[in-house]
């Protein structure tokens, strides 16, 4: 079993910036797939970015591409959102996830089924 833990969450303006980390127990997330997702009030679980094993490669939705950037350090057990330029849309509850294999094939980076562990989730509010 995993169990992660999200935090750095909080109220920001619009236009100031979050860093998002997402600590891992339980078992190493050296060889697992990383990713954060966010549901906004009202609306369906969406994907944001994720991560390889290896951090080697990045994925980003198009709506955080450029102002968002996913990264990791195995040796802390750690995965990390930095959240830049930040919008009043971004204000959601942000969940770390982990796949349970190094990497994810085509577009299943983006569905949440992929993924086998999840975070309670961190509260992330931008002011207008």
């Known amino acids: 079993q995993v169990q992660l833990v999200e935090s750095g969450g909080g109220l920001v303006q619009a236009g100031g910036s979050l860093r998002l980390s997402c600590a891992a127990s339980g078992r190493t997330i050296t060889s697992y797939a990383m990713g954060w997702f966010r549901q906004a009030p009202g609306k369906e679980r969406e994907f944001v970015a994720a991560?390889?094993?290896?951090?080697?490669?990045?994925y980003y939705a198009d709506s955080v591409k450029g102002r968002f950037t996913i990264s990791r350090d195995n040796a802390k057990n750690t995965v990390y959102l930095q959240m830049n330029s930040l919008k009043p849309e971004d204000t959601a509850v942000y969940y770390c996830?982990?796949?349970?294999?190094?990497?994810?094939?085509?577009?299943?980076?983006?569905?949440?089924?992929?993924?086998?562990?999840w975070g309670q989730g961190t509260q992330v509010t931008v002011s207008s």
């Open positions: 991560v390889t094993w290896s951090g080697g490669n990045t």
């Open positions: 996830a982990a796949a349970t294999v190094p990497y994810l094939r085509g577009n299943n980076y983006v569905n949440e089924r992929a993924y086998a562990y």
